[in-house]
C-alpha cells in the first residue's frame, strides 16, 4: 500500500505530547502515516515535521483541517481544547483520537455527542491507562469469569504537578483550579474496563479543604477528592484524586473486588502487583504475584504488539500509548467502532464532570446522564438524589 493509499493523519499538538504516537504509526507501514503535523511552536515545528516525515505543518488548526488532506486527527493539545477541536474534526467528516479528557463541561460533553452521532467519522478518547499490560491482563481475566461477579473497585491518582502547573499554565484553571474530579479517566477508564457493560448512574464528592496555595498566593483546588460512584448494577467504586499535595507520586493504583478473586496494584517500585483467585490460589489468606500469570493469560495479539516495539523502544508510558493507539488504528482498517468510542469516552468522564456540581451542593448525590439517551434537549448536569 502507497503514501496515497494510506489512512492519512494529522497530529495537532505534535511538538509536545503528539510525539508519544511515533512508536505505533511506525507499527503499521504502509497502512498509516502522518499527512501533517501541526503546533503553536514556529520553531519546533520542523523537527516534528521530520519526526514524522510529514508532507505538511500547519500553526493554525483550522487550515490542517481544510488543507491537510486528512482522514485522521489526533488531539493532543491542552484538555479545555479537546471538545471543540474534536467537534470541528468531526464536522469535517474524519475520524479521531482525542487525548484525555474529552471535555470539561457535561454541556461541551453533549456538543461532542452530538458531532460525533452525526459525523461519517468515528472518535476514540485516547485513555492510555486502558492499554498498561495490568490492565489488559487483569482484563482479560476478567473475560475468563476468574473474577466472578465484581462489586467493588476503588483507584487513585496521585500525582503532584503544582510546578507543571507553572510551566503548562493551563492546567492551574482546568487540573487543580476547580473542585472534584478534574482529571478522573486514568483511574475510571481501567475500573470500567473491569466492569464490562456498566456505567455509573450517580456519584458525590468530598474534598479535605486548602492546604496549598500557588506562588501567586491563590489557594489550589482542594488537595484530595474522593468521589464515590455507584453503576447500574449495583456495584461501588471509590476514585480518589489529588494533584497537589507533597507527596512521593503515585500516578495509578487500584484494587478489584469480585466473588471470586480480587486485585491490588503495587504502590512502590519495590513492589509487584498482587492478586487472588479461588480457581488459581490455593492459599486463600496467600497472595500470588499478577506477573505470574502473565504468559498463560496476557493477550495474544498485544504480547505480540508489544515484542514487536521492543526492539524499537515503547516510548509513551512503557508502552501503552503506542498500543492505545494500535486499538484505534486497527478498529478503523477493520471498519468496527473503536474500543473507547463516544459513548464508553462519555462514561469514563461524566462522573468527573457531575463529581464537581455535588462539590458545590456540599457532597449531595447526583445522577450521571447516560450519553446514549441523549436527544435534542438533554444533557443538563445531574440532579440530586436521596
Known amino acids: 500500500m502507497s503514501r496515497l493509499q494510506a489512512l492519512h493523519i494529522g497530529i495537532v499538538g505534535a511538538c509536545g505530547r503528539g510525539r508519544t504516537f511515533a ?47 486528512l482522514d485522521i486527527v489526533v488531539i493532543a493539545t491542552p484538555m479545555h481544547l479537546h471538545a471543540q477541536q474534536s467537534i470541528q474534526a468531526l464536522d469535517a467528516g474524519l475520524h479521531v483520537l482525542c487525548e484525555v479528557t474529552p471535555a470539561v463541561s457535561v454541556e461541551e460533553c453533549r456538543q461532542v455527542v452530538s458531532a460525533a452521532r452525526q459525523s461519517t467519522g468515528q472518535y476514540m478518547l485516547a485513555e492510555n491507562c486502558n492499554y498498561t499490560r495490568q490492565c489488559l491482563l487483569v482484563e482479560e481475566l476478567v473475560r475468563q469469569g476468574l473474577f466472578g461477579s465484581i462489586y467493588y473497585a476503588e483507584a487513585e491518582y496521585l500525582h503532584e504537578v503544582r510546578d507543571l502547573n507553572e ?12 473542585d472534584g474530579i478534574t ?41 484530595t477528592h474522593v468521589m464515590l460512584a455507584q453503576t447500574e448494577g449495583g456495584g461501588l467504586i471509590k476514585i480518589r484524586l489529588d ?5 512521593p507520586s503515585v500516578t495509578t493504583t487500584y484494587q478489584l473486588q469480585g466473588t471470586t478473586g480480587c486485585y491490588e496494584s503495587a ?65 478503523l482498517l477493520a471498519g468496527q467502532p473503536p474500543p473507547v468510542d463516544i459513548d464508553r469516552a462519555m462514561d469514563m468522564s461524566l462522573p468527573g464532570l457531575v463529581s464537581q456540581e455535588s462539590m458545590r451542593t456540599q457532597g449531595a448525590w447526583l445522577d450521571v ?3 446514549r439517551q441523549w436527544g435534542p434537549d438533554s444533557g443538563q448536569l445531574g440532579t440530586a438524589t436521596t
Open 243 to 247: 494533584m497537589v499535595s507533597t507527596r
Open 23 to 69: 512508536t505505533a504509526l511506525a507499527q503499521r507501514p504502509g497502512q498509516v502515516c502522518v499527512q501533517a503535523v501541526c503546533d503553536m511552536d514556529a520553531d519546533a515545528l520542523p523537527a516534528a515535521r521530520d519526526r514524522f516525515d510529514a508532507a505538511s505543518c500547519f500553526q493554525d488548526y483550522e487550515e490542517m483541517l481544510s488543507q491537510g488532506q
Open 183 to 223: 482529571y478522573g479517566t486514568h483511574a475510571l477508564g481501567p475500573v470500567l474496563c473491569w466492569m464490562p457493560g456498566e456505567r455509573v448512574h450517580r456519584v458525590c464528592c468530598a474534598g479535605s479543604g486548602h492546604h496549598y496555595e500557588d506562588p501567586r498566593g491563590d489557594n489550589y483546588h482542594q488537595d
Open 167 to 178: 510551566r503548562t499554565k493551563w492546567r492551574r484553571r482546568w487540573q487543580t483550579g476547580i
Open 267 to 331: 504502590r512502590r517500585a519495590d513492589e509487584q502487583d498482587r492478586i487472588w483467585l479461588t480457581a488459581l490460589h490455593d492459599e486463600p489468606q496467600s497472595w500470588g504475584a499478577l506477573a505470574d500469570l502473565e504468559e498463560q493469560y496476557f493477550p495474544t495479539h498485544w504480547r505480540d504488539q508489544l515484542a514487536a516495539m521492543a526492539d524499537q523502544g515503547t516510548e509513551g508510558h512503557r508502552g501503552s500509548d503506542a498500543i492505545m493507539s494500535l486499538a484505534f488504528i486497527d478498529a
Open 369 to 371: 446522564p447516560d450519553s
